[in-house]
């Protein structure tokens, strides 16, 4: 599949990073579950901001890999709240990377909408603090 060619979105990502030759699936593409774990990371990010404290995952609701990622890719994360319950907080994160870097291109990678639960020290759900 030819890739896509866009340019970061005009906010701060939540998180970069680089992967590295031990992320790779037989493929040689990077393993689908790293970037399903950076993604959990990088939606918790905004999701403990709002609950100002601690959350656990309760949810994927959607997961979408557009584009494989490759070793050496700068992969961008960013997060942002969706919505909120009374306890829960629905985040939105996309994926981009940025390759070659003698001729560098942006892809977007990846698309997931999760869902977080605010909880306390014994990881009991508690109810959101009001927005700042
Ligand atoms: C998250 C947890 C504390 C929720 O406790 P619970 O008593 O089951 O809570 P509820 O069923 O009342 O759901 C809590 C909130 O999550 C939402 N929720 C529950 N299941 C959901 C689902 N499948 N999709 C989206 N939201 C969901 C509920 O709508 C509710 O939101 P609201 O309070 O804003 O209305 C508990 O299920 C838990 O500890 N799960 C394990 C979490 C974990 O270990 N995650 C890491 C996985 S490795």
Redesign the pocket.
Known sequence: MPDTITELPDKHPVLRVMPMPSEVNPQGDVFGGWIMAQVDVAGAIPAMRRARGRV????V?SFLFKQPVSVGDVVSFFAEVVA?????I?VRVEVYAERHPAQPITVKVTEAEL?Y?A?NQH???RELPTPQ
């Open positions: 656990t995952t309760v949810a609701n909120t319950g009374r306890t829960s629905k869902t639960v909880i990881g009991e759900k």
